[in-house]
């Protein structure tokens, strides 16, 4: 929509704004040499329709389309051009002078302004040292953030007024802005978790975690060992205390660098699911017992590292190596042949459906635990394992089965 044919053009109003405040919208549109009116005159050549019209104005509404001759605006199309017409640096000006924290509330509530502007106002706006939710005022701010942003708001309206919104929406978020505007709310000193996940979150911008790193905090500090986007400015400065360094070799997405800067905590480094093929051989080639066992348990394991694994034929590694979603299925056929191997062909992610079949019908309660936690357990056999009150509870927990429970749209089975 363009707003320069409305200039000094006097526009029939019906009803209210919604975006912004009666006050606010005849100043922005009073900025555009736009005026209105309420009642028809011969000036008239737009109408714009607002919300909560009353039966008049409906009327009214009515005849002037059936009589033809005058355009209609709608006011969602209107309020949007208006809001992207604001000079973002005039406004911002306007509202430090006059230290209006209505007229910003105001700007924060309406859905009109763009992102941009928005972070820009909650930078200005004041938590008067309160949480997110202790007045009325912070209430509307914090509301308007997570109707803002977070991922489909209309299916859970009540979560705009919990501090579980806002982390909620760190956890969803892929917006390196929005998490580094919420890095800066004053309330974050309330709601420890925040910063936890912040920490973590591989989207949180460098200058975020180097502002969370100079503070410090342990938990925090662990935390952001196990995000998987870290710049090696950060990671070699974590890496410098043992603690964090053992978190990093086992979590961090390894290059030839971290590789090397880790080297001495193989175990952890075994545990790490970035290993490619080569880090795996020079892993392997210490033929240390500790390293193999975990290198059998990791998801990242290569055919080739799994076939040298294999040649040990030592009965610990092995049961590992059954249990490890990328070992060929040939050995899990194989394996199937001898009852000891059951627990752990049952453990696998990667089992066949056939094999599953066989190791239910076997009836071992172990076994049968195992499938019942199992995501690649076929849904008919974990129906029947729920009717069994000793795996009613794994299976509930199953995140497969919960996923057909779900998809289906039934309740639980008693």
């Given at each position: ?15 209210k704004?919604?975006?912004?405040s009666e006050?606010?919208?005849a100043a922005q ?5 736009i005026?209105t009116?309420?009642?028809?005159d011969?000036?008239v ?18 005849e002037l ?21 604001i000079?973002?640096?005039?406004l ?6 006059s230290?209006?924290?209505e007229?910003?509330?105001s700007?924060l509530q ?19 040292g ?5 007045n ?8 308007a953030l997570i109707g ?7 299916r ?13 929406l ?14 800066n ?6 709601h ?6 912040l ?5 949180t ?28 400015s950060?990671?070699?400065e ?6 964090y360094a053992k ?5 961090v ?8 800067l ?5 175990k952890?480094?075994a545990q790490n ?5 080569r880090?795996?051989r020079?892993?392997l080639?210490l033929?240390d017992?500790?390293?193999m066992?975990?290198?059998a348990?990791n ?6 590292s799994i ?5 040990y ?5 092995t049961?590992l190596?059954l ?13 199937y042949?001898?009852?000891q ?5 049952a ?8 094999l599953?079949?066989?190791?239910f019908?076997s009836?071992?309660?172990?076994v ?12 008919d056999?974990?129906y ?5 009150s000793r795996?009613e509870?794994?299976?509930k927990?199953?995140a ?5 429970i ?9």
């Amino acid at each position: 929509m363009n707003l320069a044919p409305l200039n000094n053009q006097t526009i029939l109003f019906l009803g209210k704004p919604r975006a912004f405040s009666e006050e606010e919208f005849a100043a922005q549109i009073e900025a555009h040499n736009i005026s209105t009116t309420k009642e028809l005159d011969d000036r008239v050549i737009y109408v714009l329709e607002g919300r909560m019209m009353t039966p008049y104005e409906q009327n009214l509404s009515d005849e002037l389309y059936e009589k033809g001759g005058y355009t209609f605006l709608t006011i969602d199309d209107f309020e949007k051009t208006l809001a992207q017409e604001i000079d973002d640096d005039v406004l911002l000006m306007s509202l430090k002078l006059s230290n209006d924290k209505e007229r910003l509330k105001s700007f924060l509530q309406n859905s009109c302004v763009s992102n941009a502007l928005f972070f820009k106002l909650l930078q200005m706006y004041k938590w008067s040292g309160e949480d997110f939710f202790e007045n009325d005022d912070n209430r509307d701010v914090t509301a308007a953030l997570i109707g803002r942003f977070y991922e489909n708001i209309e299916r859970n309206h009540n979560v705009q007024y919990a501090t579980t919104g806002v982390i909620h929406l760190v956890s969803q978020t892929q917006n390196p802005e929005l998490l580094e505007a919420i890095s800066n709310l004053e309330p974050l000193k309330f709601h420890f978790k925040l910063s936890i996940l912040l920490a973590r979150h591989p989207q949180t911008p460098k200058k975020v975690l180097k502002r969370l790193l100079r503070k410090g905090e342990k938990h925090v500090l662990e935390a952001m060992c196990t995000n998987s986007a870290l710049d090696m400015s950060i990671i070699k400065e974590l890496a410098q205390e043992e603690l964090y360094a053992k978190i990093l070799a086992q979590k961090v997405k390894l290059t030839e660098e971290s590789f090397e800067l880790f080297k001495v905590f193989t175990k952890e480094l075994a545990q790490n699911e970035s290993l490619d093929e080569r880090m795996q051989r020079a892993l392997l080639a210490l033929a240390d017992s500790t390293v193999m066992n975990e290198l059998a348990q990791n998801a990242a394991l290569t055919q080739e590292s799994i076939e040298k694994l294999m040649q040990y034929d030592e009965s610990k590694l092995t049961q590992l190596l059954l249990e490890n979603p990328n070992i060929d299925e040939k050995y899990l056929r194989e394996a199937y042949t001898k009852s000891q191997n059951h627990l752990s062909l049952a453990k696998n992610p990667s089992l066949p459906e056939d094999l599953a079949t066989a190791l239910f019908d076997s009836a071992e309660g172990v076994v049968l635990e195992a499938l019942a936690r199992n995501e690649a357990t076929p849904v008919d056999i974990l129906y029947q394992l729920q009717l069994d009150s000793r795996f009613e509870r794994a299976v509930k927990t199953n995140a497969a089965f919960t996923k057909h429970i779900q998809s289906q749209n039934i309740g639980w089975l008693v």
